[in-house]
């Protein structure tokens, strides 16, 4: 069974930095393609960044510039750095792994963590 396990989420101000961390274990996890979404109070989930099928990756235009993904495969961990925070960052950040469609596409994954709370006070 594969399991995703989110930390790294808090309280910030406006314009700090967070690193979020998604733990994977299970069968082959360690290859698995993650990405990550959040999802703000009274929104859907949105798409925040993924690697692509080319070898880079893609971000949200509301963070290109801001945020960046990492991987630490010895620890099975996907990182992503979140710099110059603000406020309408505030969301739950969920990680997912194994998309089978479209990378910036929710229903595509098949594995979620749990998530956590990254909240950013102006």
């Known amino acids: 069974q594969v399991q995703l396990v989110e930390s790294g989420g808090g309280l910030v101000q406006a314009g700090g930095s967070l690193r979020l961390s998604c733990a994977t274990s299970?069968?082959?996890?360690?290859?698995?393609?993650v990405g990550w979404f959040r999802q703000a109070p009274g929104k859907e989930r949105e798409f925040v960044a993924a690697?692509?099928?080319?070898?880079?990756?893609i971000y949200a235009d509301s963070v290109k510039g801001r945020f960046l993904i990492s991987r630490d495969n010895a620890k099975n961990t996907v990182y992503l750095q979140m710099n110059s925070l603000k406020p309408e960052d505030t969301a739950v950040y969920y990680c997912a792994a194994d998309p089978r469609g479209r990378r910036e596409e929710a229903p595509s994954y098949n594995y979620w963590g749990q998530g956590t709370q990254v909240t950013v006070s102006s």
């Open positions: 299970g069968r082959t996890s360690s290859t698995f393609v």
């Open positions: 690697p692509w099928i080319s070898g880079t990756t």
